[in-house]
């Protein structure tokens, strides 16, 4: 693979039955780029995540995560990269601080590794004492943030996250992209889905996909200069618009 790339797609497709979820997407992400993941809900992005995460096999095509096989080196991609999924994967009846422990156990971590990463994360993302409390008792935004220590936890070249804002307040979602900021400028690769177009502007590159396909990709301003959009809204708006037309005239 080349070097300079944290994920490299071609062709990839996953069908379910007769449905094609993800259709022949090929894309480009470049080792330590922000890169915004966007499309209408059911475009397929949960699904080519997934993919990428080596959770799910393709139904073809080919790709690398972090130099590895998307079909033939699922493993090494798990401990290569970091995964916050839409669905919430803490287990709520432990406290913050036990999720730590529980998941560094699980990526192999010994207790003083777990330890030591604890606090640098408790530190990082700002968790005070909300470490200690139960996680079925914390707002969504700090549940969140603790779910993306948790991704962080065996210190991840790329990280994964799908729709980590979701129902976060503007406050909590300003603070999640201050730390995704400072990952992506240690050099972390961050392929994030949102549907805040304000986070989109954030990120270096974007895509949008819609049932399915990449209908555009590029760097968020050059894309609205280039479709004349008033702002990415417009953009994303208009082009999942043109997209719908297209097909019902096919
Ligand atoms: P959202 O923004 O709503 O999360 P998404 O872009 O992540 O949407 P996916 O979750 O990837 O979309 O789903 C794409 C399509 O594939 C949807 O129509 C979904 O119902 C379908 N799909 C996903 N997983 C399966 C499955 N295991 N079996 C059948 N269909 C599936």
Same mark, same amino acid.
């Given at each position: 693979?080349?070097?300079? #790339?944290?994920?490299?797609?071609?062709?990839?497709? $996953?069908? %379910?039955?007769?449905?094609?979820?993800?259709?022949?997407?090929?894309?480009?992400?470049?080792?330590?780029?922000?890169?915004?993941?966007?499309?209408? !809900?059911?475009?397929?992005?949960?699904?080519?995540?997934?993919?990428?995460? @080596?959770?799910?096999?393709?139904?073809?095509?080919?790709?690398?995560?972090?130099?590895?096989?998307?079909?033939?080196?699922?493993?090494?991609?798990?401990?290569?990269?970091?995964?916050?999924?839409?669905?919430?994967?803490?287990?709520? &009846?432990?406290?913050?601080?036990?999720?730590?422990?529980?998941?560094?156990?699980?990526? @192999?971590?010994?207790?003083?590794?777990?330890?030591?990463?604890?606090?640098?994360?408790?530190?990082?993302?700002?968790?005070? &004492? %909300?470490?200690? $409390?139960?996680?079925?008792?914390?707002?969504?935004?700090?549940?969140?943030?603790?779910?993306? @220590?948790?991704?962080?936890?065996?210190?991840?070249?790329?990280?994964?996250?799908?729709?980590?804002?979701?129902?976060?307040?503007?406050?909590?979602?300003?603070?999640?992209?201050?730390?995704?900021?400072?990952?992506?400028?240690?050099?972390?690769?961050?392929?994030?889905?949102?549907?805040?177009?304000?986070?989109?502007?954030?990120?270096?590159?974007?895509?949008?996909? *819609?049932?399915?396909?990449?209908?555009?990709?590029?760097?968020?301003?050059?894309?609205? $200069?280039? *479709?004349?959009?008033? !702002?990415?809204?417009?953009?994303?708006?208009?082009?999942?618009? #043109? $997209?719908?037309?297209?097909?019902?005239?096919?």
């Amino acid at each position: 693979m080349n070097a300079g #790339n944290a994920v490299v797609i071609d062709n990839l497709s $996953r069908h %379910f039955r007769s449905f094609k979820a993800v259709d022949r997407i090929s894309l480009e992400v470049r080792t330590g780029e922000t890169f915004g993941f966007l499309g209408a !809900n059911g475009a397929g992005k949960t699904t080519t995540i997934r993919m990428l995460c @080596g959770l799910l096999s393709p139904t073809s095509g080919t790709g690398t995560v972090a130099g590895f096989d998307i079909n033939r080196q699922a493993e090494e991609i798990k401990k290569s990269i970091g995964y916050m999924s839409q669905k919430f994967s803490l287990y709520p &009846d432990l406290t913050g601080k036990e999720n730590l422990s529980f998941y560094g156990a699980a990526y @192999g971590l010994t207790r003083q590794e777990v330890r030591e990463r604890t606090a640098e994360l408790t530190d990082r993302l700002s968790l005070g &004492d %909300f470490i200690d $409390r139960l996680t079925k008792s914390l707002p969504v935004g700090w549940r969140q943030r603790l779910a993306l @220590g948790v991704s962080l936890l065996h210190r991840p070249r790329i990280l994964f996250l799908d729709e980590p804002t979701s129902g976060v307040d503007p406050v909590f979602r300003r603070k999640f992209w201050q730390i995704l900021y400072e990952l992506a400028e240690e050099g972390v690769t961050v392929f994030v889905t949102t549907h805040y177009m304000d986070e989109a502007e954030y990120c270096g590159r974007i895509s949008i996909m *819609h049932q399915g396909r990449i209908v555009e990709a590029g760097q968020p301003y050059e894309l609205i $200069r280039k *479709h004349r959009s008033e !702002n990415l809204e417009e953009l994303f708006i208009d082009l999942i618009k #043109n $997209r719908e037309t297209l097909n019902a005239e096919a």
